[in-house]
């Protein structure tokens, strides 16, 4: 089991990291008043922002932690219980993550189109 212990920072700080990923939207330029947009693009993030991501982390973050305990004490043995909890949450953990980063842009974007704005992605 220790083999895998130098891959735990790296999902550690994947997990901090993807909040982040979505970017911006994208949108056709074409005739659009780039000053409105920027107002109408602050309004749809902060009511993206609604989003509990912290609530989605921590909640798959358990439910990982129940499932990789659950496989860990198919072994039988007491440390690969800890190793599974570990893993389980770290991955719920990720997973939670870019659930509600995905959840954000699609809110941000589909506030975009529905004030009038062609969003390519």
């Known amino acids: 089991m220790k083999i895998y212990s130098p891959l735990l920072p ?19 330029t074409a005739g659009v008043d780039m000053q409105q947009y920027q107002v ?5 993030e902060k009511i ?4 509990d991501v912290d609530a989605s982390i921590a909640g798959s973050a358990g439910l990982g932690a129940l ?3 659950a ?3 198919l072994t039988g ?5 800890a190793y599974g909890a570990g893993w389980g949450a770290v991955s719920g953990a ?3 993550g870019m659930a509600a980063d ?3 842009a699609m809110i941000s974007k589909n506030c975009l189109y529905h004030r009038g704005y062609t969003v390519l992605n």
């Open 40 to 44: 109408d693009l602050a309004e749809c």
């Open 71 to 73: 496989f860990g004490l």
């Open 102 to 104: 995905q959840q954000h």
């Open 10 to 28: 790296i999902l550690l700080c994947s997990c901090l990291l993807l909040p982040g990923c979505a970017g911006r939207p994208i949108i056709d």
């Open 67 to 69: 499932i990789g305990a």
């Open 77 to 81: 043995d007491s440390s690969a219980v």
């Open 48 to 51: 993206a922002q609604q989003v």
């Open 94 to 96: 990720t997973s939670g």
